[in-house]
Structures are given as structure tokens and as C-alpha cells.
């Protein structure tokens, strides 16, 4: 049996608990702001598009399936989703490769260098992603670009035997690795910086060279960093839009207005005001997105605390 | 290990370090700098006129 509490470790103990409520309660509010947010345009638009895929729009009946199977069986959809998957495996690629051998050369420049080559790095992030894609249509242009001679040595003497060259996916792979390789360059360096210093002294003090240091140390301990990078940038790569719809301002002939699967539910709900179908592909895309993102965290043990 | 082992990993090393940062400053540098210059022309002297070459 247990001895009956005294007076004081009572109120210690209910001091304690009041402490840990406000505690919880601060944190609530600092999280409020960001979850109305979240309810308003992330949760809600989903839910509204999951409902919205069950009707017809157009008549304002209730469908079924009806507009998933409409959608399903569009003979634009095979093209547009490999278009969209041969896009994300490109971008995802350059981003975890190309971000990961930056971030980690950046590491070992002394210190003020390596801010200002970071903050080069960052400013095409700052930049809006249209205005980067006009930008990019200039500079793949043999006949403007700075690159001109190099495009030339290739044997790209215009834009149309560049872009059918290298593929409309790499192009915008490209356009895409510029704009956001930058934000994630800086989320890398912040990573490094909270590796703690005697892991990497030690290493250093028993003979690792920066390579050995960068390959078996800092990469093992910024894995989560990388793994969630690769979420975020397949999450992103699977709703590409801008891109592709703005390659048109370099010629009608590279008008690409069904490349994506984004384009397409765009052209569903505003060319053919088909909302019901729009919100389907949507949906779809919404669940393929989730289940990628939550096979990668299983297999990868995401959240297992070290 | 040998010296000249030593040496030549260290040009390596040192080798592909510069190969990334030339690569990434150009990658970045050059579409930046180009958005500058640009801003000083307008869309005929754009085409007739770019603002930057690398090379002839």
C-alpha cells in the first residue's frame, strides 16, 4: 500500500502540473497562427476537392466515381504522368545530389566566403519562379545566351534543337534546380553548423581527410536533412505547372498545354469547366504525393529517435 | 603511405572542391549577372545586343 502524500509534495506536484499546462499552452499558441493557416488553405482545400470529385459540377449532381473514371481513362493522362514522374526523378535527383556536394564543399571554405557563395546561391530563390522561367528561356537560347559558344560547341544552334535535344523534362528540371537549390543550400548549412565540433575534431586529430570527414561523418549525420529535402523536392516536382505553362512565351511551338498533371486539371476546371474532374486528378495526386512521402518515412525510419 | 600518393590526393581533393564551387558560381553567377545587365537593355537591343557572352 501506498504511504499517503504529504501536504507539501501535494503541492509541489500541482505546481508542477500547472507549470507543464502553461508550458503546453504557450506552445499552442505559437502553433496557432500556423495551424489556421494550415486548416484554411491546406486541410480545407482538400477536403472541399475530395468532396467536389463525387459531383457533376456542370449539372450539380452527385457522380460516384464517375469523374475518377472519366479521368482515368483521358488519353492525355499516360503522357502527361510520365512526363511529370520523368520531371521528378530528373529534379529530386539534381537537387539531392547537387545540394549535398554543395553544402558539403561549402562546409570546409572558411567561413565569410562560404556566406557570401551561399548567399549567391540563395538569390534566384528570391526571385518569383515565372520570372525565373522567362529568364531561363533567354539563357537556353543559343542566339542571347551568355552560354552561347558552349551551346554552340554542342551543336545547339536554337532554342527548338536545344529543347528537343535535351528534353523538355531536363529543361525544366534545370529552370526548377535554380530556383529552389538555394533555399535548400541555406536549410543544408544550418544543418552542418549543429553538428557538434568534437565528433569532427576527433576525426580530424585521428588522421580523416576532409573527404573521409565529409563522406562518413557529416553525411551520415545530416541523413534526415537530405531524406526530408527529397520529400519536400518529389512533393513539389509531382505539381509542376508554372514551368511548362510559361515555355510558350519562347514560341507557339513549344506550347506544352497538357504536359503536366497540374495542366491538366487546370484545362479540366478552366478551359472545359469541368471542376468535378479537376478535383479528382487532384485528389489522386494528393494521395500519390502522401503515399510516397509516408513510404519513404517508414522506410527510412524518419522519426525513430537516435 | 607514399608521398606521392599522398600528393596526388590531395590535387584531387582540392581539384574537385574548385570544380564544384567554379561550376556552382557560374551556374548561379552568370544567370544573376545576365538578369542585371539585362535590365539596362529593353526587349530589341535584348535580342540585337545580349548583355552577356562568354566568349566570341
Redesign the interface.
Known sequence: MSQPESPDERLRAQSERQKKRRETSAAYLFLAPYLALLCMFGLFPVIYAFGLSFFDTIEGVFWGLTNYTSVLSDFRLPRSTVNVLTFTAIWVALTVVGVTILSLTLDVLPRRLATTLRTIFFLPGAVISSALVVLWLFLLDPSVSPFRPILHLVGWETLQSLVVGLGYATVFAIMSYFATSGGWIVVMGGALASLPTEVIEAARVDGAKPYQIAARIKLPMIWRSIVLMAILSLAAGIQIFVEPQLISLAGAQFAQPDWSLNQLAFSYAFQMGDFGASAALSTMLVLVSVTIALVIIFVTKFYKID | MEPGLLRR?FWL?RF??LA??GF??C??????L??FL?STHNQAT??SD???????
Open positions: 590526393q581533393g574537385f572542391l564544384c564551387l556552382a558560381v551556374f548561379y553567377g552568370i544567370p544573376l545576365w538578369l539585362a535584348l535580342i545580349p548583355p552577356l557572352s562568354l566568349g566570341s
